[in-house]
Nanobody
């Protein structure tokens, strides 16, 4: 069993910053990719940023490039999303995603999702 605990969402004014965290726990042997998706009202869930096990950022959406930074702590099985210069259009529910997880119980699992955390950017 793998559990994801997200934190850090909230209400922030335009131009402000937030830091999201997602800690994975349970029967984890390894995690290939860790990342963040977001879903705004009336829109599909979309990938924001993703980082691989070696620490290489293999995707950052163009709409957040230069403002958002994804990072991970492999020892803690935790992924972070540092969000700066936030805009109202960044308002969405942000979901943590783990890709390519090898567990100690049932082997390989393609992905896990967090429960989502609301980020609202408004004055």
């Amino acid at each position: 069993q793998v559990h994801l605990q997200e934190s850090g969402g909230g209400l922030v004014q335009p131009g402000g910053s937030l830091r999201l965290s997602c800690a994975a726990s349970g029967s984890i042997f390894s995690i290939n990719a860790m990342g963040w998706y977001r879903q705004a009202p009336g829109k599909q869930r979309a990938l924001v940023a993703r980082i691989t096990s070696g620490g290489g950022t293999n995707y950052v959406d163009s709409s957040v490039k230069g403002r958002f930074t994804v990072s991970r702590d492999n020892a803690k099985n935790t992924v972070y999303l540092e969000m700066n210069s936030l805009k109202p259009e960044d308002t969405a529910v942000y979901y943590c995603n783990l890709g390519g997880v090898v567990t100690t119980t049932i082997g390989y699992v393609a992905e896990y999702w967090g429960q989502g955390t609301q980020v609202t950017v408004s004055s």
